[in-house]
Each structure stands twice: as structure tokens, then as C-alpha cells.
């Protein structure tokens, strides 16, 4: 398929879902937006759940694009500055406008009863946590490492859940904000751990008989 043409009916396809959300988001009003024919849909992606997997393959490629970016992108290479990549490439632009955060949202309610959606799902939070692990693990001991990458994709996904149920939308930057100060708890945390003093153990008495 004309990769012009597959991107037209993806921003059809989140079109839809955007103006009345995935349950009336049919073939022929994802067609219509695009201005093609129901049949084109068909034939390509097999019907409208092809299409919703195919848009949200985009969505979740578009959300690596922009983390790898700002990865390349940093003169800094520590592991802080690594996760907060991480961090703001998880509230790139191309996840948080009204069609892409109303898209995440049907693709997570469809996820949970549609074998090849819950397998992009799981393979998208693989991927967040194995990441930030990676980075954590450069600064802690494995098994706390391990804890704070699931803490902070808990909070990257709360925040962004929270923020794409509320009426006005997701808040970015507000976002990005509470995100970055719970990573730099995360980060004190350890710290205060590794400069509190060790408290010596007391040999033990031995009694004769």
C-alpha cells in the first residue's frame, strides 16, 4: 500500500475514534474522513480492527521515534539524563493530542479482549520498563533498580492516563513535572540510603558450659 495512503486512513482512523470514539468509529466513517472507500480498508488492513492495530503500530512507532530522538540527542549522557529522555518522549506531542490520547484509550479498553492488540500492549510496556531499568541499574543495585523502573511506568502511565480522562485534556507539562519529581525521589532516596552510616553488628556473647 502507498505509505501516503496508509497514513491517510491511520489519521482517519484517530479521526474517528476522536469525534465518537471506537464503537461508532465504522468502516464507512473512518472512509468517509479519509475520503476513500470502504472496500480500500478491507482489502489492506481486513476491516476495521486491522486498521486500529495497524494506527496504534504508528502510534507506538511515533512514541519510540521520539524517545530515541531526544536519546541522540542529549550531550549528557547520565543515566538521570537518559530517563528523563525517557520521560519526555513518553509525553511527545505524538502521544497526548486529542486523537492520539482518545486512540491510547480505545486501543487499552480493546487491548484486554483481542489477542494481537494485547500482545502490542505487552510489548510496549516491555519495552518502558527495560528501559528505564537499564538506566536505574547504572545507578542501583539490581533489585532496586527494578522497583524504581516499575514505580516510575506506573507513574508515567498514571499521569497520562489521569491526564487524557480529564475534560480539558492531558497537561504535558505538568506532567513531565511530576514525573521528573518523583524520579528525582527516586534518586535521593538511594542516595541518603548509600550515606547512612552502617550500624555494626555486636558480636554475640558465648556461653561456656
Not at 488492513?45 to 502510534?59: N, P, S, V, W
Request: charged letters at 20%.
Amino acid at each position: 500500500m502507498e505509505p501516503i495512503r496508509r497514513q491517510q486512513l491511520i489519521a482517519a482512523t484517530m479521526a474517528a475514534i476522536d469525534e465518537v470514539g471506537l464503537a461508532e468509529a465504522t468502516v464507512m466513517r473512518i472512509a468517509r474522513h479519509a475520503g476513500v472507500s470502504a472496500g480500500i480498508i478491507s482489502h489492506y488492513f481486513g476491516g476495521k480492527d486491522g486498521l486500529l492495530e495497524a494506527t496504534m503500530r504508528q502510534i507506538l512507532t511515533d512514541l519510540g521515534n521520539a524517545v530515541a530522538a531526544r536519546r541522540h540527542a542529549l550531550g549528557d549522557h547520565s543515566a538521570r539524563a537518559h530517563i528523563g529522555a525517557i520521560i519526555e518522549g513518553n509525553f511527545d506531542r505524538t502521544q497526548v493530542t486529542g486523537p492520539a490520547a482518545k486512540t491510547w484509550l480505545a486501543f487499552w479498553a480493546s487491548s484486554m479482549h483481542k489477542p494481537m492488540l494485547q500482545r502490542l500492549q505487552y510489548v510496549n510496556d516491555r519495552r518502558l520498563y527495560a528501559n528505564l531499568c537499564h538506566q536505574f541499574r547504572r545507578l542501583m543495585p539490581r533489585d532496586e533498580a527494578r522497583n524504581a523502573a516499575r514505580g516510575l511506568a506506573a507513574m508515567i502511565d498514571g499521569l497520562w492516563l489521569r491526564g487524557a480522562l480529564t475534560p480539558e485534556g492531558l497537561d504535558a507539562d505538568q506532567a513531565r513535572r511530576l514525573a521528573y519529581q518523583y524520579l528525582d525521589q527516586l534518586l535521593a532516596h538511594h542516595s541518603q540510603r548509600l550515606q547512612a552510616p552502617q550500624t555494626p553488628i555486636q558480636p554475640t556473647d558465648t556461653l561456656s558450659t
